[in-house]
């Protein structure tokens, strides 16, 4: 008779003891629509749970979709980066040379073409001409021996006067 007393007892005892926190409690979903257990960090998510929480909990397969997300503007933005460097390179950059691509590089026979200059062919006077200020220049600026045909091309840039 005891024991039915006791077991009497137990069950508004149990749901006393569930509703002042002595139980686990379930947490409320995020806005994705998961929850995370905190006991064994797992993640549970319903059926109609979308992606949007970075850092919390959220469906599988979400952190894959975003960084292909970032791939895609990544490359729309370099091929956006190529286009303006291409019309740049026909609005105004004559003398340049221009950069062999891949595809571009190999000749009929199979050795690499070489890199053509943009502008016009230079005569034998103007070449030696060009050979003999550059000597000059380099004999008064030994440092810049160091550097590129660009860097140089960049520095002697007449300017008008």
Known sequence: ???????GLAPPVLALGLLLGAGPVAAAPNKCGCTLN???????????????????????????????????ELDAETKKAAE?????????????????????????????AKA????????????????KLLDTYLKSNPEARS????ELRNELTLTPR
């Open 1 to 7: 008779m005891r024991g039915l007393k006791l077991f």
């Open 38 to 72: 905190e006991s064994n960090n797992s993640c549970t998510c319903s059926k109609a749970a979308k992606c949007g929480c970075p850092g919390e909990c959220e469906p599988k397969g979400c952190e894959e979709k975003r960084e292909a997300q970032r791939k895609k």
């Open 84 to 112: 303006a460097d291409k019309k740049h390179r026909a609005a105004g950059g004559g003398g340049e040379l221009k950069p062999a691509s891949a595809k571009e590089s190999s000749g009929d026979n199979g050795k690499p």
């Open 116 to 131: 053509t200059p943009a502008g016009p062919k230079m005569q034998a006077a103007q070449v030696k001409q060009l050979a």
């Open 147 to 150: 550097k590129n045909a660009e």
